[in-house]
């Protein structure tokens, strides 16, 4: 089955440590994305990628950092630089850029203690 | 700017009562519109889209109609099911920044009693 797959799915780090979550997705799409949604709110974009080894800063980038080594995976790190790190992280994709319909993963809940 | 308003919830129904659940936007251009679903602990999944004037999105009877001289959306199902039960979030695509951006409502929970 096609899809996208993030893990883990809940995930806890102590407070100063970087954390990866991990992005996959086999739909051949050209573009990635992160979100991250906090309580009762909508979900704010982090950081996006619309071709291998390139990406943009989305509207909440500071104390995050992505890489796109591979059309198929976009993994997520969230640095010690990030004040409030704790909140739920959504990764899309689409076929060929944001103009398209986004299609998202299961969701990594990080907590950081 | 560009952005989407939803009507606040939660939003409590009875089984196979009928379902509106407003959204309206502020855009330049034509963007595109969208209803996602979210169940609890789980990623968005893409319930229905518009992608001009007109159009009716529609998918396991819910539907939503762009209407362009209301800048209006809103979500409609005839007879909801308990298993409905989750948050809406309304989305449309906008230039933004020199690049297309997909902008999110603040989310609609919606509770179905049986």
């Known amino acids: 089955d096609g899809g996208i797959t993030q893990s883990p799915k809940y995930l806890f780090r102590k407070e100063g440590q970087n954390v990866t979550l991990s992005c996959e997705q086999n739909?051949?799409?050209?573009?990635m994305y992160w979100y991250r949604q906090d309580p009762g709110q909508g979900l704010r974009l982090i950081y996006y990628?619309?071709?291998?080894?390139?990406?943009q800063k989305g509207d909440i980038a500071e104390g995050y950092s992505v890489s796109r080594e591979k059309k198929e995976s976009f993994p997520l790190t969230v640095t010690s630089a990030q004040k409030n790190p704790t909140a739920f992280y959504l990764c899309?994709?689409?076929?060929?850029?944001?103009?398209?319909?986004?299609?998202f993963g299961p969701g990594t809940r990080l907590t950081v203690l | 700017g560009n952005s989407v308003t939803q009507m606040e919830g939660p939003v409590t129904l009875s089984e196979e009562a009928f379902l509106t659940i407003n959204c309206t936007y502020t855009?330049?251009?034509?963007?595109?519109l969208f209803w996602y679903v979210q169940y609890p602990g789980e990623g968005l999944q893409l319930l229905l889209k518009?992608?001009?004037?007109?159009d009716k999105g529609s998918n396991k009877g819910f539907e939503a109609t762009y209407r362009k001289e209301t800048t209006s959306f809103h979500l409609e199902k005839g007879s909801v099911q308990v298993s409905d039960s989750a948050v809406y979030f309304c989305?449309?695509?906008?230039?933004?920044?020199?690049?297309?951006?997909?902008?999110f409502g603040s989310g609609t929970r919606l509770l179905v009693r049986p």
């Open positions: 899309a994709s689409s076929p060929r850029g944001v103009a398209d319909t986004q299609y």
């Open positions: 990628s619309q071709i291998v080894n390139d990406f």
């Open positions: 855009a330049t251009g034509y963007p595109s």
């Open positions: 518009a992608t001009k004037a007109d």
């Open positions: 739909l051949n799409h050209d573009a």
């Open positions: 989305a449309l695509t906008a230039w933004m920044d020199s690049s297309y951006k997909l902008i």
